[in-house]
């Protein structure tokens, strides 16, 4: 493969994140001790507990343990339902909260794959700047004042931000929050890489951020990006106002918690404290691979600001491109050409390299 072909293309972890010994040990014991209650993972609930539609209460209650710890916040495990990854939850949120015809808000850029998630619901779209400190909240409010009760949905990336890397000031996501309750919209934090942190954060969920009487704020997580995206677990973490109407939605009414199994086979793996130890792994090899995307990027002459988390750098072209073009993250695609989203997680170290160097002038 030649240097100008290397996919930095793919938001994929690298194979042996995905193989290691340790961890597929950890998680053979952990699906064992799935097994061991198949009685209700292979079911759609139990006597004592009903129908699981919000996924199963010991899975629920695992992750909520887990996620506490990790965020250093208490989590209320009837706050949180499971889900297919974060896609399923962005779009389960979507299709409950909002219906053709609403608008929606996003960053400009953004993770362009939500304008297609947005646009299935019938919606129409339009894009608001980011800033260094996250989404540009004046403009904001100057799209609320204007449409007149239209938005009805901002989806903001607030931590990790895909693909500029920025994290939403605490500032920002109290004024974010307060607007909402104000012109009465709902929020999706699509929080993906919330737990993919290369140094020390204590940045909360934008969940946190939310009034229980009139909540506005459904945070989405998921396991993709910390164990592998085949596991297709993950979770939305919103106040029951808004929590229990999605499963009200009709695949889900009819079949209720699409991932019973998937998720009771992870609970052992949580409360082992596995989890926590595979993802130290994840955060420091992903770190290091950061650190050297981007110290070969200055190498080569380009600037770049390093990300603290995530998987994507988001660098300007002096003319040469690889990876995804900038702007397929706006919304009419009328932006961004000379930007560059790199993801550092997916080639071997030495084709990483190889494809920076392509870049040189």
Known sequence: MGAQAQDFIKGWPHPELLNYPELKDALLKSFQSGLDISEQALNYGDQANGAYMLGHPRFRQALAKWLGKRYDAEVDWKTLMSTVGASMGIDLAIRTHCKPGDLAVVEEPTYFLSFSMIRDRGMDLTGVPMQKDGMDLDAL?????????????????????????????????????????????????????????????????????????????????TFSKLIGPGVKVGWIQAHEKLLKPLSNVGFIDSGNNPVIFSSCNLIQFLESGAMDKHLDIVSKD????????????????????????????????????????????????????????????????????????????
């Open 286 to 361: 992903l770190g290091d691979r950061c650190a050297l995307v981007c110290r070969k990027l200055r190498e080569v002459g380009l600037e770049v600001k390093e990300p603290k988390g995530g998987y994507f750098v988001w660098v300007k072209s002096k003319g040469k491109m690889t990876g995804r073009s900038g702007e397929a993250m706006s919304v009419h695609k009328d932006q961004f050409h000379d930007m560059m989203r790199l993801c550092f997680c997916w080639l071997p170290l030495p084709q990483l390299e190889e494809g920076i160097e392509f870049l040189r002038e």
């Open 141 to 221: 409010e100057r799209v609320l004042i204007e449409k007149q009760g239209k938005v009805k949905l901002v989806y903001t990336v607030p931590v990790h931000h895909n693909p500029t890397g920025i994290t939403m000031s605490d500032d920002k996501r109290e004024r974010l929050v307060k607007l909402a309750r104000e012109h009465d919209f709902v929020i999706i934090a699509d929080e993906a890489y919330q737990l993919l942190n290369f140094c020390p954060s204590d940045t909360k969920p934008l969940f946190y951020h939310d009034d229980p009487q009139n909540p506005k704020v459904l945070s989405v997580g």
